[in-house]
């Protein structure tokens, strides 16, 4: 059973910074996929980035795509996501999730993964 194990979330002023981090307590594909999704209070789990091991490929949603960044260190079968230019509406909990991926995998739907972090919360004032 895969553990993830998710660091680094806190409150930031709009405007600001603050960096997730998630390691996988190991990686058991070569076709590994990390990423994170978030959730508001009375919203539903939205995707937010995934990293491929395999590729070093990334994926974005269109509401982050410039402002965060989601990076992995093979060392540390980690992934961190660095969120920039934070606005209110960042504001959720953000939960690390992990897949082993396989044809017709979907990076934005939660159902495609098979792990799950505790989820961090990230509140970002104005």
């Known amino acids: 059973q895969v553990q993830l194990v998710e660091s680094g979330g806190g409150a930031a002023q709009a405007g600001g910074s603050l960096r997730l981090s998630c390691a996988a307590s190991?990686?058991?594909?070569?076709?590994?996929?990390m990423g994170w999704f978030r959730q508001a209070p009375g919203k539903e789990r939205d995707f937010v980035a995934v990293?491929?091991?395999?590729?070093?490929?990334?994926y974005y949603a269109n509401a982050v795509k410039g402002r965060f960044t989601i990076s992995g260190d093979n060392s540390k079968n980690t992934v961190y996501l660095q969120m920039n230019n934070l606005k209110p509406e960042d504001t959720a909990v953000y939960s690390c999730a992990a897949a082993v991926v396989v044809p017709g995998w979907a990076a934005a739907g939660p159902g495609d993964y098979d792990y799950w972090g505790q989820g961090t919360q990230v509140t970002v004032s104005s």
């Open positions: 190991e990686r058991t594909s070569d076709h590994f996929a």
């Open positions: 990293f491929l091991w395999s590729s070093g490929s990334t």
